[in-house]
Structure formats: C-alpha cells, structure tokens
C-alpha cells in the first residue's frame, strides 16, 4: 500500500512524500521524489493536507478505561490496548506501581503472555515505577509496599519478564540505591523519580548508571538556586525526562522550560490512571481510591494529583498548544522513547525496514488513520 501527498515526519522534520508499505516500511519518497517513486498498481491512499507521523511510543503508561496493568488482567490489558490504538499510540509500556511483589510478578507474567489483536497495540516493554521510592514524595503510590531498594527482588522480576522489564523508577537516596542502580543498570533503564535526593546524590546515581527521569517536576524537589536537585542533575548528567502535559502536572510555561532544558532528551508519556477514557468518579490506583472531576485525578479527600487521564495524543496535542515545535512534540512522543527503550530499530520512526506503525493526522492533529503493522485499524 501507498500513502501519498502526505506531510511525513522523517528524521526530526515535516517534509512533503509518499510511504510505501506492507507490514514494514519499504519505501519513503520524499519532496521531487514524492510522486515519481509511487508505483502503480498500489493501492493508494491520498493523505494530501494532512501530517503521517510514527506511532506513538508511551513509556509511562499505568491503566485506562477502568483497566490497570497492575491488575495482572490480559483481558484488561486488551482493552487498554484497543483504547491506545484508537487514539494513535501503537506501542505502549505498562507501568506498575508500588505493589507486593507477587502481584508485580502477575502484572508482568500477564504482560508477557500478551497476544496482540489486529485492533491494538503492541507492547514494547514493561515500566516498573517503584517499589524503592521515598516515602516523604510516594505521591499516590501505596505507602504500605514502599522498600529500600532490593537487588534479588528486582532479579525476580527481571526474570519473571524474560527481558520485557525496561524500565524501573527508584528514590537514589535510599538506603543501598547506588550498588543498586549498578547492577540494575545492566538489565533495565534507570530512572530516577518519587525522590528527595539532592544534586550531589543525582549526579552520583547517573554515574552509576542511571539515564533517566520520572515525570519531571513531579515527586522530586523544586528546582532551586541554592539546591538546584534532581532537575539540575538530570540537565548536567544529559539524562532523558519524562514530562505528562495534561494542563494539570505542569503550567505551560514550565513545559516549555523542560523543552529548552532537555531538548531531543525530552519524552512525553501520559502517566495514565484507569480513569482515563472513562466519565468523571470514583476508581482506584494500586489500592488507594481516587477520583476524577474534570479532568482532574486525584486520592480521594485530598488535592494529590494520581496519574492523569489523557491519552498520549492528548499530550502531543497539549505540548504543540502550549508552545512547543509540532515537530519537536511529535519527536519527544515517538522517536526518542523508542530510542530509550531500545527498540528504535523496530519502532518510533518512518524508515525503511521498521515496522509500519503510523498515524494520519489533519491540521488540528485529529486523528484520521491509524497503522499498525502496516494494518490499518482505524
């Protein structure tokens, strides 16, 4: 199949061309080329007026539609797949939360004995946020499973994955975090996140092998002038940062101020809670009730945001809205979190010999087309 007259997202830019695919991409023409190299005979599709990006990459990704990969459920882990598809992300990482240690053996049994269906998403990897944070910024983790980091449990559950544990969040001030962050280091990327710790404790876990950052600005210290922290480190050490821009974790001015900051090491991620999708009231994140109103997750009772309720689309849509480049936007929500996750070679970018993951959007980024595999499901 063909799509044509298309503004394709290639490299780290719009350009005006053509892709040709089957289950992977097997050909991009670009500008003069952009008519002459599609072959007749093709099925074709006239994509003129609109922008063909890669399909979205959600690293940071807990629950939706009253579904959490927490719970272990394949049955719900299809139906978030369904609704992460819909709305253009083709590969999505489930992300526990702080959780006995049995349960997060299920949640990723569950995500590695996943089958996708035509109509989803795939799974790329799994994200394990906790359980070595800091009590003092556990946010709406559940402060009954919080532990000191624990080398042989992560062991445990790297094994349980069979390599499908990417990523895992941890407070570096914790007692035994840096021996931790070594060895870990080998298996999985390290993030740092719900922490207190200072800049010198920063710098000291990136020199172990840390790379990353959990939704930046959120659970971690203020960026300050005389303790600049977490964030300071993370510019220093050339770290990756997570960043949700729902409107609500983050003002916009300070959504543009991690762009400028982090630049190309900027990732978007929706950090969803299993409300997302669904109508405002009452629902739970790892034990704990929260509720949505308005848009708004929170622990019941109380002002602490729990996850949001945005699709990653939501988030591009916001991050271009709020002043970032369309083409930066789409960069930090596709190409750098495969480049992360260390599947770029498979996914997050329109290049000949990966998999034909791709969105059609028009000019207000509304979705008209979703590929997976080279398959259209939407």
């Known amino acids: 199949m063909i799509i044509k007259n298309a503004e394709v997202f290639s490299g780290n830019r719009f ?4 892709v040709e695919f089957d289950e992977r991409f097997q050909a991009l023409y670009l500008d003069d080329a952009a008519e002459s190299g599609v072959h007749t005979g093709e099925e074709v599709l006239d994509a003129k007026g609109c922008y063909l990006i890669p399909g979205l990459v959600d690293i940071h990704t807990h629950a939706a539609v009253d579904a959490d990969a927490s719970d272990g ?19 999505f990482f489930p992300t526990t939360l702080t959780l006995p240690e049995e349960q997060l053996r299920k949640a990723i049994r569950a995500a590695r004995e996943y089958v996708r269906e035509k109509d989803e998403a795939r799974i790329g990897g799994v994200h394990l946020e906790g359980p070595f944070i800091n009590m003092e910024k556990r946010g709406a983790q559940n402060p009954d499973y919080i532990k000191t980091p624990d080398l042989d449990m992560f062991k445990r559950l790297a094994d349980e994955g069979q390599g499908l544990v990417k990523f895992i969040t941890l407070a570096p001030e914790t007692e035994g975090a840096i021996e931790f ?29 840390a790379t990353h950052l959990t939704h930046l600005y959120n659970a971690m210290p203020s960026l300050l002038h005389r303790a600049p922290g977490l964030i300071a480190a993370g510019v220093d050490a050339g770290a990756e940062a997570e960043l949700i821009v729902d409107g609500l974790h983050s003002h916009p001015a300070m959504v543009r101020l991690a762009h400028k900051m982090f630049g190309e090491n900027l990732i978007l991620i929706s950090d969803s809670a299993r409300c997302a999708g669904m109508p405002d009231g009452e629902y739970e994140l790892g034990g704990i009730p929260i509720e949505l109103k308005e848009g708004k997750a929170t622990i019941k009772g109380s002002d602490t945001i729990a996850g949001s309720a945005i699709h990653l689309m939501d988030g ?22 495969a480049i992360s996750a260390g599947i770029d ?34």
Request: glycine content about 12%; aromatic content about 6%; hydrophobic content about 40%.
């Open 316 to 337: 591009l849509r916001n991050a271009a809205q709020f002043g970032i480049p369309l083409e930066k936007a789409v960069y930090a929500a596709t190409t750098r979190p």
């Open 15 to 18: 350009q005006r061309g053509s």
């Open 181 to 209: 962050i070594e060895e870990a280091s080998k298996d999985c990327r390290v993030s740092l996140g719900h922490t207190a710790c200072d800049y010198e404790t920063a710098m000291k876990a990136f020199g172990a092998g």
């Open 345 to 378: 070679d498979e996914v997050g970018s329109i290049k000949e010999g990966l998999l034909a993951d791709m969105v059609l959007l028009d000019r207000d980024l509304s979705v008209k087309a979703v590929f997976v595999g080279g398959e259209r499901i939407k």
């Open 73 to 91: 459920d394949i049955e719900g882990l299809h139906r978030m797949s369904k609704y992460y598809a819909a709305g253009g992300v083709t590969t």
